[in-house]
Protein backbone atom coordinates (compact mmCIF):
# COMPACT_ATOMS: atom_id res chain seq x y z
CA UNK A 1 0.00 0.00 0.00
CA UNK A 2 1.23 3.52 0.11
CA UNK A 3 4.58 3.23 1.40
CA UNK A 4 7.46 5.70 0.98
CA UNK A 5 9.71 4.71 -2.25
CA UNK A 6 13.51 3.76 -1.07
CA UNK A 7 15.89 6.90 -1.14
CA UNK A 8 17.59 5.70 -4.16
CA UNK A 9 14.42 4.86 -5.70
CA UNK A 10 13.84 6.16 -9.17
CA UNK A 11 10.86 8.16 -9.47
CA UNK A 12 8.15 9.37 -11.37
CA UNK A 13 6.14 12.68 -11.08
CA UNK A 14 2.73 13.55 -13.33
CA UNK A 15 3.45 16.14 -16.20
CA UNK A 16 2.62 19.78 -16.49
CA UNK A 17 1.47 20.42 -19.61
CA UNK A 18 -2.10 21.69 -18.54
CA UNK A 19 -3.17 25.15 -16.89
CA UNK A 20 -2.95 23.34 -12.99
CA UNK A 21 -5.04 26.60 -11.79
CA UNK A 22 -7.97 25.05 -14.40
CA UNK A 23 -7.84 21.89 -11.97
CA UNK A 24 -11.02 20.10 -12.14
CA UNK A 25 -12.77 17.87 -9.04
CA UNK A 26 -15.47 15.80 -8.08
CA UNK A 27 -16.32 13.41 -5.00
CA UNK A 28 -18.39 10.88 -4.49
CA UNK A 29 -18.87 9.02 -0.97
CA UNK A 30 -15.18 9.11 0.20
CA UNK A 31 -13.51 9.20 -2.84
CA UNK A 32 -12.45 12.77 -4.36
CA UNK A 33 -10.79 13.07 -7.83
CA UNK A 34 -8.74 15.78 -8.68
CA UNK A 35 -7.72 16.54 -12.55
CA UNK A 36 -5.48 18.63 -14.70
CA UNK A 37 -6.48 18.46 -18.36
CA UNK A 38 -5.24 19.75 -21.20
CA UNK A 39 -5.59 17.75 -24.65
CA UNK A 40 -2.68 19.05 -26.72
CA UNK A 41 -1.44 16.00 -28.52
CA UNK A 42 -4.99 13.71 -28.19
CA UNK A 43 -4.10 10.12 -29.08
CA UNK A 44 -5.25 6.53 -28.69
CA UNK A 45 -3.55 4.40 -26.48
CA UNK A 46 -3.24 1.42 -29.36
CA UNK A 47 -2.22 3.94 -32.33
CA UNK A 48 0.08 2.38 -34.70
CA UNK A 49 2.59 5.32 -34.41
CA UNK A 50 3.70 7.15 -32.26
CA UNK A 51 3.86 10.97 -32.09
CA UNK A 52 7.19 12.16 -34.19
CA UNK A 53 9.02 15.41 -33.01
CA UNK A 54 8.20 16.96 -36.58
CA UNK A 55 4.46 16.81 -35.72
CA UNK A 56 5.16 20.03 -33.27
CA UNK A 57 4.86 21.30 -29.51
CA UNK A 58 1.64 21.57 -28.56
CA UNK A 59 1.46 21.25 -24.73
CA UNK A 60 -1.22 19.27 -22.76
CA UNK A 61 -1.61 16.32 -20.62
CA UNK A 62 -4.27 14.91 -18.29
CA UNK A 63 -3.51 14.04 -14.89
CA UNK A 64 -5.44 12.45 -12.30
CA UNK A 65 -5.03 11.99 -8.68
CA UNK A 66 -7.70 9.98 -6.82
CA UNK A 67 -8.02 9.60 -3.13
CA UNK A 68 -10.13 6.95 -1.61
CA UNK A 69 -11.04 7.12 2.25
CA UNK A 70 -10.89 3.00 2.24
CA UNK A 71 -8.15 0.60 2.96
CA UNK A 72 -7.65 -1.27 -0.70
CA UNK A 73 -5.04 -3.78 -1.07
CA UNK A 74 -2.13 -3.95 -3.59
CA UNK A 75 -4.43 -6.04 -6.32
CA UNK A 76 -7.31 -3.93 -5.81
CA UNK A 77 -5.40 -1.09 -5.87
CA UNK A 78 -4.27 -2.06 -9.77
CA UNK A 79 -8.42 -2.71 -10.01
CA UNK A 80 -8.76 1.05 -9.22
CA UNK A 81 -6.10 2.58 -11.43
CA UNK A 82 -7.40 0.52 -14.21
CA UNK A 83 -10.82 1.99 -13.52
CA UNK A 84 -10.23 5.22 -13.54
CA UNK A 85 -8.45 4.99 -16.92
CA UNK A 86 -11.54 3.25 -18.39
CA UNK A 87 -13.96 6.52 -15.80
CA UNK A 88 -11.06 8.91 -17.99
CA UNK A 89 -11.65 7.58 -21.69
CA UNK A 90 -15.40 7.65 -21.05
CA UNK A 91 -15.26 10.93 -19.96
CA UNK A 92 -13.33 11.98 -23.23
CA UNK A 93 -15.60 10.44 -25.65
CA UNK A 94 -18.59 12.03 -24.03
CA UNK A 95 -17.01 15.12 -24.60
CA UNK A 96 -16.54 14.54 -27.93
CA UNK A 97 -13.31 13.79 -27.80
CA UNK A 98 -12.10 10.84 -29.99
CA UNK A 99 -8.99 9.69 -28.20
CA UNK A 100 -7.79 7.82 -24.82
CA UNK A 101 -5.87 10.59 -23.73
CA UNK A 102 -2.54 11.84 -24.62
CA UNK A 103 0.98 10.70 -24.92
CA UNK A 104 2.05 11.98 -20.80
CA UNK A 105 -1.45 11.56 -18.83
CA UNK A 106 -0.68 10.26 -15.45
CA UNK A 107 -2.60 8.44 -12.55
CA UNK A 108 -2.10 8.03 -9.03
CA UNK A 109 -4.29 6.62 -6.89
CA UNK A 110 -4.18 6.96 -3.18
CA UNK A 111 -5.57 4.54 -0.35
CA UNK A 112 -5.69 4.64 3.28
CA UNK A 113 -3.41 2.16 5.47
CA UNK A 114 -5.66 -0.42 7.27
CA UNK A 115 -6.16 0.68 11.10
CA UNK A 116 -5.46 -2.70 12.98
CA UNK A 117 -7.90 -5.26 12.69
CA UNK A 118 -9.52 -3.87 9.43
CA UNK A 119 -9.55 -5.82 6.35
CA UNK A 120 -8.54 -4.03 3.05
CA UNK A 121 -10.75 -4.57 0.10
CA UNK A 122 -9.83 -7.49 -1.70
CA UNK A 123 -11.20 -5.97 -4.97
CA UNK A 124 -11.25 -2.85 -7.42
CA UNK A 125 -13.43 -3.39 -10.16
CA UNK A 126 -15.10 -1.16 -11.90
CA UNK A 127 -18.98 -2.49 -9.88
CA UNK A 128 -17.19 -2.69 -6.53
CA UNK A 129 -18.27 -0.11 -4.12
CA UNK A 130 -15.11 1.93 -4.05
CA UNK A 131 -14.17 1.90 -7.78
CA UNK A 132 -17.93 2.54 -8.81
CA UNK A 133 -17.17 5.86 -6.64
CA UNK A 134 -13.95 6.34 -8.19
CA UNK A 135 -15.28 5.99 -11.37
CA UNK A 136 -18.43 8.54 -10.92
CA UNK A 137 -15.54 10.80 -9.60
CA UNK A 138 -12.76 10.52 -12.34
CA UNK A 139 -15.69 10.91 -15.22
CA UNK A 140 -17.18 13.94 -14.04
CA UNK A 141 -13.66 15.70 -12.94
CA UNK A 142 -12.35 14.69 -16.49
CA UNK A 143 -15.23 15.76 -18.88
CA UNK A 144 -15.60 19.07 -16.93
CA UNK A 145 -11.90 19.28 -17.50
CA UNK A 146 -11.86 18.45 -21.08
CA UNK A 147 -15.45 20.95 -21.95
CA UNK A 148 -12.92 23.79 -20.07
CA UNK A 149 -9.87 22.74 -21.96
CA UNK A 150 -11.98 23.15 -25.10
CA UNK A 151 -13.41 26.32 -23.59
CA UNK A 152 -9.45 27.67 -23.65
CA UNK A 153 -8.83 26.55 -26.80
CA UNK A 154 -11.75 28.23 -28.10
CA UNK A 155 -10.71 31.89 -26.12
CA UNK A 156 -7.45 31.52 -27.69
CA UNK A 157 -8.74 30.81 -31.21
CA UNK A 158 -10.73 33.82 -31.36
CA UNK A 159 -8.49 35.85 -29.55
CA UNK A 160 -5.52 35.32 -32.28
CA UNK A 161 -8.36 36.54 -35.03
CA UNK A 162 -8.28 33.39 -36.52
CA UNK A 163 -11.47 31.88 -34.72
CA UNK A 164 -10.06 28.52 -34.60
CA UNK A 165 -7.31 27.15 -31.88
CA UNK A 166 -4.15 28.03 -33.42
CA UNK A 167 -1.57 25.91 -30.38
CA UNK A 168 -3.16 22.41 -31.18
CA UNK A 169 -6.10 21.37 -33.53
CA UNK A 170 -9.84 21.85 -32.54
CA UNK A 171 -10.24 20.01 -28.72
CA UNK A 172 -7.21 17.63 -30.41
CA UNK A 173 -9.80 15.42 -32.13
CA UNK A 174 -13.37 16.07 -31.47
CA UNK A 175 -15.74 15.75 -33.79
CA UNK A 176 -19.16 16.95 -33.62
CA UNK A 177 -22.26 15.19 -34.58
CA UNK A 178 -20.17 11.97 -32.86
CA UNK A 179 -22.52 10.88 -30.86
CA UNK A 180 -25.46 10.76 -33.20
CA UNK A 181 -23.01 9.10 -35.83
CA UNK A 182 -22.92 11.90 -38.43
Not at 63 to 82: E, F, Q, R, T
Amino acid sequence: MARPPARDAPRQGASRAAQVDDLTWAEDQGVTAVVTTGIGVPTWAAAPDPVTADAGYRPGTINILVAVSAPVCDSGLVNLLATATEAKVQALLDADCSCSGTPTDAICVAVREPVPGEQPELFGGPRSRWSSRLARAVHRAVLQGAEGDRTRGDRAGAASGHGEVTTRPPCGSCRPGWKDGS
